[in-house]
């Protein structure tokens, strides 16, 4: 067992029996993730809560974010192309933390998490503890959540891959998530998820700013056609109205 494992397992073993943990123990957003559970209230050792929209306000949800699930429907059939493994879900979220749509295989989908993580469910931090949708939501940066480093033990058979998408004024737009049942930390997935996000980030830019003027910028010209391209999009009297995340690094120099 390597030292990172030990390090969970005692971090667990505290938190189910005594209520606190060793912080050090965790990696820093998992760390603060399961104080803000803790602080919440939440019992690590509770079951899975069934946390579900009415039919009613999933409908208002979707026609809330139609546009964000138009733009990334195309890639999160691609990301689950991409990802070609087995035991593995797709779903995207909204800012609010419920689940718009999934895409799942048919291993994953007979799992315990395939039949708690579907459209209309919700999976915030304050209800579900740590998890990858929601920790990304709270810290609006991506999130890796591995096995026992969610909050509640009843999820620990499954990992989550989060990735932020923003609307270009600096809002967050919905949250792009990859699941699997493999404890096997995966960065190659994580790449592939922020790509993702950033490609959807981009297609809500380009569509909903198209009678302002959309500058695609990077130092380099002949990436202007990659995802790494800088968006900026300029109001009537030539202010700066929206920008991605890629724009905004190239102009700070951050």
């Not at 879900?89 to 718009?100: D, F, K, Q």
């Amino acid at each position: 067992m390597d030292v990172q494992t030990l390090s969970l397992s005692r971090a667990r073993r505290m938190l189910e029996s005594q209520g606190r943990f060793p912080g050090g123990d965790l990696p820093s957003d998992i760390s603060d993730s399961w104080q803000r559970s803790l602080e919440i209230g939440l019992d690590p050792l509770a079951a899975a809560g069934d946390f579900m929209q009415s039919e009613q306000q999933f409908v208002e949800t979707r026609s809330k974010h139609a546009k964000l699930i138009h733009y990334a429907k195309p890639e999160l059939e691609l990301l689950f192309d991409q990802i070609a493994g087995s035991n593995y879900m797709i779903a995207l979220g909204s800012p609010e933390g419920v689940v718009l749509e999934t895409l799942t295989d048919n291993q994953f989908n007979a799992s315990a998490a395939g039949q708690s993580v579907i459209p209309r469910s919700i999976w915030t931090e304050d209800l579900r503890g740590t998890n990858g949708l929601g920790l990304s939501i709270s810290t609006q940066r991506p999130a890796q959540v591995y096995g026992g480093e969610h909050f509640l033990r009843v999820h620990s058979d499954v990992s989550c891959i989060s990735a932020p998408i923003f609307d270009g004024r600096g809002s967050l737009a919905g949250v792009l998530d990859a699941s699997s049942g493999s404890s096997v930390r995966q960065q190659h997935t994580a790449a592939l998820v922020q790509m993702s996000a950033s490609n959807i980030e981009n297609c809500l830019i380009r569509s909903g700013y198209a009678d302002n003027i959309v500058i695609q910028f990077h130092p380099r010209p002949e990436y202007l056609s990659t995802l790494s391209v800088g968006m900026l999009v300029l109001s009537e009297d030539n202010k700066v109205f929206a920008i991605n995340r890629k724009g905004a690094v190239y102009l700070t120099g951050f």
